[in-house]
């Protein structure tokens, strides 16, 4: 969700992970993804598509083991229970891309979702996080 260059689909999809299906709202995301994923050889192996997360299904027809979320924060918390929809019972739910001092009110969203939190890693100003359902 949030695909932006497709680094995430990509590297899903060269750890094994299948199907990858990833969407941004963003067109030129989407040619930049698609291109990405040509130049590491994964283009077979990604669906990338033009979709707005907030025009989706209230409630998620297919569930996926692993979501990797790259939204800024507004959107991770505004749409916490559609991107919940989407989760498999023992999914992992991966957060990337919110602000250090953002990330405080993002996680209790998630938590008060029924997520526990399973790892946090920083890089300078960024905070990004793994949760399953408890």
Excluded at 79 to 100: C, D, H, M, Y
Excluded at 111 to 130: D, F, H, M, N, Y
Aim: net charge positive; with cysteine; charged share 20%.
């Amino acid at each position: 969700m949030g695909t932006g260059s497709g680094i995430l689909a990509i590297a899903a999809a060269k750890l094994g992970y299948h199907p990858v299906h990833a969407f941004d709202h963003d067109p030129t995301a989407i040619r930049v993804a698609n291109a990405n994923a040509l130049q590491n050889h994964a283009e077979g192996l990604i669906r990338f598509n033009h979709k707005d997360l907030s025009r989706m299904p209230a409630h998620a027809h297919r569930k996926f083991h692993l979501i990797c979320a790259n939204l800024v924060c507004d959107l991770l918390i505004e749409q916490s229970k559609r991107i919940l929809s989407f989760l498999e019972p023992n999914g992992i739910l991966v957060l990337a891309g919110t602000v250090v001092d953002q990330f405080p009110e993002v996680a209790s969203v998630y938590k008060a979702g029924g997520l526990k939190l399973l790892e946090i890693r920083t890089t300078k100003e960024w905070q990004s996080a793994a949760f399953t359902p408890r």
